[in-house]
């Protein structure tokens, strides 16, 4: 059933179908060439259009491999920058985003939105508990991660006028069109929210809360919320949780709202989801197995890919980034699990960002003050620990950086995968190769040495 134009409908906007509207602006697309990560668009787009993810590049969240569940320690060649580019990024765990705040980025619905004050809210670091799966280690994980001292300035006041047009328009209008869904499953709430309509959304969702329907999926399994998340509106967000929808719906592929606000790096969005705690599950997982905060490094990781293969000029890229490991601290914030692992493969989000040679999300990571950060560094992910993959960045301008902060932070170098390698077995052969060998072997000795005067005591 496809909705037809009225002439009721004329104050609020036109009502094609979320579909039609992607499909017009894939052809608006298909002129320029696609950026090697979908979520990585920097392509500005008209406010009022509606966009998504092509058929040929489905969101799975899976990163820049093709399966999480090949676990070969194999890495693609790196094309080293000069290290006078790296310098877009500081080092320390809290950067600031207020410069990087200041453009606007592309939302895959493409609506825009701002997130205002945002580098203010990642200065503060308090002492945090800390979720883990362990119980026996619940007193002795701790972490420090970033609080937000300023609330995100994302609301702002409906417009009564413009409201109670849009309350008028659908009280005339014909009673399976206001409520119906059409041959994508598309009510009229969603196609509101696509297209960031927020009176038209609120008074939809009046009105389908009140038939109980509020919801209802469209042929993706999105519901009006998933929508809204993916069209980066957060005040049509904030509306449709103060109606009551399942903030923990899912789509067909299991990705929660959290999953999405994550995965596109939409930090404004991610806050007023995370301002509906204890209701959101932080740990939720999609069909993939991962949690928003698995999404979320994958994301970071990818983006950062981009970044490096652009020569780290492209400003939009830059932002981007900043935005998803903003949404990584966000979940560390609220009480996310750094402990966490994938299922298919078992990596934590410290593998994740070490397997990418993500080297930012490394140093953010191994600076959080664990009170057993080496336990943590030497989690295994089917036999590999995290100085095993990094040893398998071959071509990688940042291994030999990696490896000394792993090691600095406890990595221990003796340590053996399922296929009875050591990581120094691991390294690219040649004179890069024998110097990192080296430096693994004199820490191997080191803890050695360390080892035997206590075994001596005993």
């Not at 990094?390 to 003796?414: C, F, K, M, V």
Request: charged share 20%; with cysteine.
């Amino acid at each position: 059933m496809h909705f037809d134009k009225s002439p009721k409908e004329k104050p609020c906007c036109t009502l094609p179908t979320v579909k039609k509207l992607l499909e017009q602006k894939r052809r608006r697309e298909t002129s320029s060439v696609p950026p090697s990560c979908s979520t990585a668009c920097t392509s500005p787009v008209p406010p009022t259009t509606v966009t998504q993810l092509s058929s040929s590049e489905p969101f799975t969240c899976t990163g820049a491999s093709s399966s999480y569940s090949e676990m070969a320690v194999s890495y693609e060649q790196w094309n080293p920058v000069p290290e006078s580019a790296i310098s877009y990024y500081p080092s320390q765990p809290g950067p600031s985003y207020s410069a990087a705040y200041s453009l606007q980025m592309p939302s895959e619905y493409g609506t825009q939105q701002q997130a205002q004050g945002y580098g203010d809210a990642l200065s503060a670091y308090p002492q945090c508990p800390m979720t883990v799966p362990d119980q026996s280690m619940a007193t002795t994980w701790s972490l420090r991660v970033p609080s937000q001292t300023t609330q995100l300035s994302f609301a702002s006041s409906l417009d009564t006028n413009k409201l109670e047009e849009a309350r008028m328009m659908l009280s005339g209008m014909d009673y399976s069109r206001a409520t119906g869904q059409d041959e994508d499953g598309d009510t009229i709430l969603h196609i509101y929210t696509a297209k960031g309509l927020r009176e038209c959304a609120f008074a939809a969702a009046e009105k389908l809360r009140d038939l109980g329907r509020l919801d209802a999926k469209e042929h993706k399994g999105k519901t009006a919320l998933l929508v809204a998340v993916t069209a980066n509106q957060p005040d049509i967000v904030q509306d449709l949780l103060s109606f009551g929808t399942d903030i923990n719906a899912c789509d067909v592929k299991g990705q929660t709202a959290l999953h999405l606000a994550a995965h596109y790096g939409f930090p404004t969005v991610l806050q007023v989801i995370l301002s509906s705690r204890p209701a959101v599950n932080l740990e939720a997982r999609n069909f993939e197995g991962m949690t928003p905060l698995h999404c979320a490094a994958i994301s970071h990781s990818i983006t950062m890919k981009a970044l490096f293969t652009s020569g780290l000029q492209d400003v939009s890229l830059q932002t981007k980034a900043a935005e998803k490991l903003a949404c990584v601290q966000m979940l560390l914030n609220a009480g996310a699990s750094l402990l966490s692992q994938e299922i298919k493969s078992n990596k934590t989000l410290l593998h994740l960002a070490v397997k990418e040679g993500n080297i930012d999300l490394v140093r953010y990571l191994l600076k959080i003050p664990l009170q057993n950060m080496k336990d943590f560094v030497n989690m295994k992910a089917h036999g590999h620990t995290a100085l095993h993959m990094a040893a398998g960045l071959h071509g990688n301008p940042h291994q030999e950086e990696i490896l000394r902060l792993l090691l600095s932070r406890g990595a221990d170098p003796s340590i053996r995968n399922l296929e009875n390698d050591q990581p120094a077995h691991l390294l690219q052969s040649g004179p890069q190769g024998d110097q990192l060998k080296l430096m693994l072997k004199k820490r191997n000795a080191s803890s050695r040495r360390r080892i035997v005067p206590l075994q001596d005591q005993e």
